[in-house]
Every structure is written in C-alpha cells, then in structure tokens.
C-alpha cells in the first residue's frame, strides 16, 4: 500500500513550492492513507506539507503518524504553530502525544494553549496509565433533561464536527450527575415527535465506568455489552469523560500483547520492539530469564542427589532432556489454556472441579500415547526391553504431572490475586523440571532393581 | 454481580404466574444483566420468562444467554415460537446460533421463516468460517444519490429501529454499485440544508473489504481507521452487508487468544475451553505435543553420540537440563515478542537486519549476566574452579543462539508464508534443545583436556 515512490515527486512539489499539487495531496485520500504515503518524509518536511491543508486535514493527517515521529514532529517545529495544532487536536489523543515529547517542550507549549485546553490536558495526564480516566476523552455531548428533541438536533448540528461521537447524547443536571442517555437511534426514532423532552425518551439504566477502574475492566464491559461509548464519573457521580469503541479496541489488543508477553517470561514493554531501547529490553527479560535461570539450577542440585544411580545406569542420561520437555510441553499448554480462558471469561474459578478432571483426563490420553512412541524408541538405546520400560511410565507420570499442575497453578495464582498470566510460566515450568526429574529417578530406582534380578537369568542363558 | 439468591424467586413468580413481576423482570434491567440473572434456569423455564417480554425484550436478552444455552432453547422450544425469534435477531447473530442447532432442527424451523430471511439465512450461512461474508450483516441502511439530506431523515426515522447501525448510510445506485457513505454525523451536520442532495454531501474515497477477505484483515482495516463499520463487497462491487465495530472487536480478541494458543503450541480450539470436548482437545494438543516429543529425541541420539565425553566427565551431567533450559527460555521470549510484533504491524520484515542486530546484542548482555551466576555456582559442583569454566562459557553461547535463532525463525516462517505464530514454537524449540547440547559437549571437549594438562601439576602440589 505504502509507495515509497511518490517521496520524490512529494520532495518535488515542496521545493518548488508547487501549492495547488500539496494542497490537492493533503485533501484528496482518507487521512491514513496520506499519511502512510509521507513515510520516509523528515520532520521539516512532513510540517511543510501539512501547511498546505486546512486545520482540520493538518490534525486529521498528523494523528495516523507513527508515535515516535509525532513526538519528534512536536519537539522540533516552531512552538506556536504546535500550540495550535495541539489545541485542535482530541483530549485524549493529544495527552497520548504530549507523553512522548520532552518535560520542558510541553511546558513551553501549555503557557501558549488556550487556558481551557491547559487545565484538561493537567488534568487528563495526572491519572495514571491504565485507568479509565488515562484513556477517556472530555470531547461529549452533554444536554440539559429539559430540552425538546428539536433542540437536542439544533444543538447537535453546530456541534458535531468537533465531538469524538455524537452517538450519545447525555442528559445532566445542573451540577454535572449523569442522568439519562439518549442516543442518536433513538434520536432520529424519535423525529416525528420534535417537541418530546429528552427526559422522556432518556434511558436512565446506564452502565458507566468510574475514572480510576482498570481499563482491562473496561475493555470487558464494552465488549461484553456491545457499546460504542461508555460514560466515566468521578466520586460524586459527575460525568468527567467517555470512553470510546476505537480506544476500547486498542485496549483490547494492547492488553492481549501484554498476556503473551507474560506468558513467554517477558516484562510487557510500553512502547514498541524497536522503541524500546536496549536496556530497557535486557531489563525486561533479564530479571525473569534470571529467576527462570535460578529455579532451574536447582535441577543440578536435584541430579546431584541422584548421582548414584546415575553412574550405575549411565544410558538414563540420554532421554534426560526429553523427559523434562515433554513435561514442559504439557504444562505450557496447559497454562495458556487456563490463563487464556480466565482473562476472557470463558472459565470461572469455580469450575476448578471439573478443569482438574478434564485435565487429569486429557494427561492419561496424551502420556499415553507419548508413552508408546518413547517405548519403541528407547528400546533401541536401553541395555534391554524390560529395562526400556522405565521411560514410558516416567513419560506417562509426567505429562499427568505438567497438565494438572499447568492448569492448576494459574487458578491459584488468580485466587490469590496475582496476575496468572505473569506468575504462571516461572513456576510452572520450574516445579515441572524438578518433578520430572524426581519421577524420572525414582521410577528408575524402583523398576530396574527389579529387572535386573530377574534378567541376569535371561541373559546368562543366552551365551 | 450475578445473584443465584434471586433464582429461587424468579421460580416463585413463574410457579404463580406473576405476570406483572415477570414483566418488570424482562424490562427494567439492561438485557445483559436480566440474561445473568437467569443463569441457572433450566432451558423451559428461561424460554417461559421470556414469554413476558415484549418481542424486542425477548430478542435482547437472547442474544446475551451463552451460546450452549441459546442452541439448547432453540432446539427444545415450539418450533412456531422459536422461528418467530429468530426472524427477529440479527442476520449475523442468527446464522451463528443456528450453526450450532442440529441440522434437522434447523431445516424444519427454516420453513416456518418468511421467504426473505429464509433466503438471507441461507446465503450468510454458506461463507467459510474467517472471512468477511461469515460475520458480515446484512442490516444496513441503503439510500439512492438523489434522496435530499431531509428525506434521507424521514427514511431513517422510519428503520432506525431495525437497522443493526444507523450510523453510515451507504449511497447505492439502482444495480446496488456502493457510490459513497453519508455518516449520521454529517447528516446531523447538514441539516440546516434541508434540501442538498446525498450525492452532495457523501464520501466517495470508501475503505471496502471483499466478502471472502480474511476477517484479521478486516479486522486490521476497521481499527487502523477507527471505523464504525465496514462495506462488504461483492465480485461486481455490490454491497452485500457490512460489519460493525462489536463484531470486529470480537475478531480481535478471538484471533489473539488463537495467537496466545498456536505459540504454546495448541490448536486453536473452536468452541470454550470448557466446551471443547475431551477428544477434540486431545487431538489439537495431542499433534503439537507429538511433533515436540520426537523432536526431543533427537536429544537422546545427540547425547549417544557424546557417550564417551559424558562417561569421562560425569558431572557435565548436572548441567544439562540448565543448559537446555536457559536456551528454551530465551528463544521462547523472542520468538514471543517477534511473533506479536509481527503481527501487530509493529515490526515489518524488512527490519531484519536491525532485529538481528538488537537480538545479539541482548543475547551478549544476558546471556553475559546468567554466565556469572552460572560460574559461581558450577564452582560448587565442578571438580576443580577451571573446569567449572565450561558452564559460563557454554550458558553465554546458548542464550546468544537462543535470543538469533528465537528471532530469526518466525521471520523466516512469515517470509515464506507460514502463520510464525503455529510454527516457530516447534523449530525454536527442537532447534535449541539440540544446539544446547552440541555446544555444551564441544565447549567441554575442547576446554576440559587443556585444563587437564595444566591442572595435575597444581594439584599434585598440594598433598
């Protein structure tokens, strides 16, 4: 889609300052669309060219660049002409931009904002990341109870370019307190009827969001109700801000990132993989690839207490790894199964009874056929059949061992109130190392005693 | 939120016949909150409450039961009063419900339905799962070019009831060829002028998807744009339906738990977890698990080869599981964050070389750090402080190859077109596992007899 081709004609047009060309670019295609075209453009340049469309296109266009090159945009341009882009551009979008760009460039920028455009972005920015209010904007149609229908639509037709959305209405009273939503729909059902009051058509069973609830908490109830806005309130019940189905979505994407993220072991990053900066990305995977690494260093010491029988059947040591994968394997899949699941809603923690008989039954199922294929092939690599016997039952123990602790330790994790898509893998996969080398050697130390009492018999009558 | 205290009361009003308490029961609430109070009621008794709703009520809180609970209804309810429901639900919504009824059912209540959305059901039903025409609706609100912005008005007070969203009107010539798309928002905007023409006021530049487009496509599409909803095309450019931003935002959180799922290395499943049944799960578990369980024997036929080094060094033993680990781990943690970077458009291919670059360097800075603890550690297990130097030696070179080959591999996949979500996890791991163990023996190999030829004369000086 991207045509990196144009950039030269683009180049061509602002040296020879060709207006009618620039002007026709930045109005012609869907502002997303321009923008991608200005890729590769510098900073200079991209400023250049948004001088040439109206107000409205300028903001339109700059909001589908890509963050860093916002905040390099706002950092180098002249203040005055930023202020006024700032100004035109959505509370919640701006506040988002303004995050990036450096403490005494925004400062030197608010003193030229309008006063009321000052006070909302100080007051959008001091909520901290990932609540509610860090993501609504203060852009709503907000209307008196009083009003007929004919005055809403009046009072909409002057106002409707400028809101995040006019497909709610809602209805105040003087000092602010939610009352009643009307929306569009019932708006335009409403037409005929022009001099109905608001009051009356005004839905009053409303599901808002208060300015500090987890925007995860959000994200669900939007989702699970299917809105297109949801309304915010502060402690007093006033309406402070909505929350709109496009930042509900990016929540919705931010936050399954971030649980796969978790999941692999990594800390989630706040900006992207390349903006994040090298040491910032060693820190984030450094401390838990380091309690991965601790955790497993117990399995030295683990083997070292097994060095007996160790040393006295050397041929163990080859399926040694196999048996710790496999059991990784199935707890791994296990946990992603039951952190996936809780995060969407689709298990509860009470169904824990019949989760812990699923998976019993799905271990018994998948070791087991595990357990045969291992068979086959350690009976080419052990000194006999009999004593090749050891690595599918260990196979068997251990994969019921990796799905019923995979699925379990997530639940805890949520009982207690820890995030399980964080907590999980580090233990999960940690207790399975050990355990599979416990299952593994104790298996061992009771089945080829047996054996080897009953095979010397076999063996020495061969010869 | 949901209350199983009030179940006992909603049988009471049922046992008396409580008409106007049943009534308040379906109108008061947000249908989302009745559908939860219900929960627990056998499939006769919520179809008998639902009863005393009006018919918009019943459909509402329909649509909230889950899944397994709408189809039990559908199919155990008096067909009459059943496809009386369903030519009242939406078209996407219904042919979802119904893919889950048995087949005969489904026939026997097609019959009762008017002819035209009989048609509809049909023609909705027979797209492929994952593509646009299989969550598209064909609810929308078409209007000719010439119609003026106040008869456009007048049809739209008369459906707006109906319509899935009022809140583009799609402009269509007489063949149904989309000319362009009105929003509410301009039309709420134009009103003062009454009597413009739609073909005036409309956008022609349309983002459109075709009705066999992948849904994450589509999905893409609707969010870069911040769209309400989006066209469906057919061959000839006739619009067929459109989807809506709740059905995308499903597709959203649909296909990043299927993400979540195929880099553990399962299936993606089709239904919940807890609605998938036994064999199903086994099966989708069962082939990945496979592939890494004979993967993993490739490990037991490496260590064959490496007998005579284990046999000379026993206590290399103890390292092994670490070794392999700490690789597994750091491949796991970038191939994560590839994969989702990958796919949220975050990185694109061509960034390889910096990808590469940024990986070694992270792979020198923690694979540096793990070797540290490494050493101190292998120092209270090694026979001697030289030789311990293998296991720093080795844990640098494994993470470094890890954190490349983690990195490398899901770009490689999406380079030649395979999903890096479903196949990097598999290649990563069995890859590593093996390289752990090459390294590690040939680390071993080439220091261990150096040290053996300076260290007798130390320690022959001791005693």
Same mark, same amino acid.
């Given at each position: 889609?991207?045509?990196?081709?144009?950039?030269?004609?683009?180049? /061509?047009?602002?040296?020879?300052?060709?207006?009618?060309?620039?002007?026709?670019?930045? /109005?012609?295609?869907?502002?997303?669309? *321009?923008?991608?075209?200005?890729?590769?453009?510098?900073?200079?340049?991209?400023?250049?060219?948004?001088?040439?469309? *109206?107000?409205?296109?300028?903001?339109?266009?700059?909001?589908?660049?890509?963050? +860093?090159?916002?905040? +390099?945009? =706002?950092?180098?341009?002249?203040?005055?002409?930023?202020?006024? =882009?700032?100004?035109?551009?959505?509370?919640?979008?701006?506040?988002?931009?303004?995050?990036?760009?450096?403490?005494?460039?925004?400062?030197?920028?608010?003193?030229?904002?309008?006063?009321?455009?000052?006070?909302?972005?100080?007051?959008?920015?001091?909520?901290?990341?990932?609540?509610?209010?860090?993501?609504?904007?203060t852009d709503l149609a907000k209307l008196g109870e009083n009003l007929t229908v004919r005055e809403a639509f009046e009072a909409l037709s002057h106002s409707a370019g400028d809101l995040e959305t006019i497909y709610y209405l809602y209805i105040v009273d003087d000092a602010g307190h939610l009352r009643g939503v009307v929306s569009t729909r019932q708006l335009v059902s409403s037409m005929r009827k022009q001099n109905t009051r608001?009051?009356?058509?005004?839905?009053?069973?409303?599901?808002? &969001?208060?300015?500090?609830?987890?925007?995860?908490? &959000?994200?669900?109830?939007?989702?699970?109700?299917?809105?297109?806005?949801?309304?915010?309130?502060?402690?007093?019940?006033?309406?402070?801000?909505?929350?709109?189905?496009?930042? &509900?979505?990016?929540?919705?994407?931010?936050?399954?990132?971030?649980?796969?993220?978790?999941?692999?072991? $990594?800390?989630? =990053?706040?900006?992207?993989? =390349?903006?994040?900066?090298?040491?910032?990305?060693?820190?984030?995977?450094?401390?838990?690839?380091?309690?991965?690494?601790?955790?497993?260093?117990?399995?030295?010491?683990?083997?070292?207490?097994?060095?007996?029988?160790?040393?006295?059947?050397?041929?163990? &040591?080859?399926?040694?790894?196999?048996?710790?994968?496999?059991?990784?394997?199935?707890?791994?899949?296990?946990?992603?199964?039951?952190?996936?699941?809780?995060?969407?809603?689709?298990v509860k923690l009470r169904d824990w009874a019949q989760i812990m008989r699923r998976e019993l039954a799905i271990g018994i199922v998948l070791g087991g056929f595990l357990s045969v294929i291992g068979y086959m092939v350690a009976c080419t690599m052990a000194p006999s059949l009999m004593e090749a016997f050891v690595l599918p039952l260990t196979v068997l123990l251990v994969v019921i061992s990796g799905a019923v602790l995979g699925?379990?330790?997530?639940? $805890?994790?949520?009982?207690?109130?820890?995030?399980?898509?964080?907590?999980?893998?580090?233990?999960?996969?940690?207790?399975?190392?050990?355990?599979?080398?416990?299952?593994?050697?104790?298996?061992?130390?009771?089945?080829?005693?047996?054996?080897?009492?009953?095979?010397?018999?076999?063996?020495?009558?061969?010869?």
């Amino acid at each position: 889609m991207v045509n990196p081709l144009f950039l030269p004609e683009l180049r /061509e047009m602002l040296a020879t300052q060709n207006e009618v060309e620039l002007k026709a670019f930045c /109005e012609t295609l869907h502002p997303a669309r *321009t923008a991608d075209f200005m890729e590769g453009l510098s900073a200079d340049e991209a400023w250049q060219v948004l001088q040439h469309g *109206t107000d409205d296109e300028r903001v339109e266009i700059f909001a589908y660049f890509p963050h +860093e090159f916002q905040v +390099e945009i =706002l950092e180098t341009q002249p203040r005055d002409q930023i202020a006024r =882009l700032i100004a035109e551009i959505s509370p919640d979008d701006r506040v988002d931009m303004l995050s990036g760009v450096e403490e005494e460039i925004v400062n030197e920028l608010l003193v030229l904002l309008p006063a009321a455009d000052r006070r909302d972005i100080m007051r959008l920015s001091s909520y901290p990341e990932g609540v509610a209010g860090a993501i609504m904007t203060t852009d709503l149609a907000k209307l008196g109870e009083n009003l007929t229908v004919r005055e809403a639509f009046e009072a909409l037709s002057h106002s409707a370019g400028d809101l995040e959305t006019i497909y709610y209405l809602y209805i105040v009273d003087d000092a602010g307190h939610l009352r009643g939503v009307v929306s569009t729909r019932q708006l335009v059902s409403s037409m005929r009827k022009q001099n109905t009051r608001l009051a009356d058509i005004m839905d009053t069973e409303i599901t808002t &969001v208060h300015v500090l609830e987890d925007q995860e908490e &959000v994200a669900r109830q939007v989702a699970r109700l299917d809105l297109l806005a949801i309304p915010v309130l502060d402690d007093e019940r006033r309406i402070v801000g909505i929350i709109t189905h496009d930042d &509900v979505m990016d929540v919705v994407r931010e936050e399954a990132t971030e649980d796969a993220h978790r999941i692999a072991a $990594v800390d989630p =990053l706040e900006r992207g993989y =390349l903006q994040t900066n090298l040491w910032t990305m060693s820190w984030k995977r450094g401390i838990w690839l380091t309690i991965l690494f601790v955790g497993a260093l117990a399995t030295a010491s683990a083997l070292q207490s097994y060095e007996g029988p160790l040393d006295r059947w050397t041929w163990l &040591v080859l399926f040694l790894p196999l048996v710790i994968s496999c059991g990784g394997n199935t707890g791994n899949q296990s946990a992603t199964l039951i952190i996936t699941a809780l995060s969407t809603g689709d298990v509860k923690l009470r169904d824990w009874a019949q989760i812990m008989r699923r998976e019993l039954a799905i271990g018994i199922v998948l070791g087991g056929f595990l357990s045969v294929i291992g068979y086959m092939v350690a009976c080419t690599m052990a000194p006999s059949l009999m004593e090749a016997f050891v690595l599918p039952l260990t196979v068997l123990l251990v994969v019921i061992s990796g799905a019923v602790l995979g699925s379990a330790l997530p639940m $805890v994790f949520h009982r207690i109130g820890w995030d399980p898509a964080l907590m999980s893998n580090p233990f999960v996969a940690g207790l399975i190392d050990i355990l599979g080398i416990l299952i593994y050697m104790n298996v061992a130390m009771q089945l080829l005693p047996l054996v080897e009492k009953t095979l010397p018999i076999v063996e020495k009558a061969i010869p």
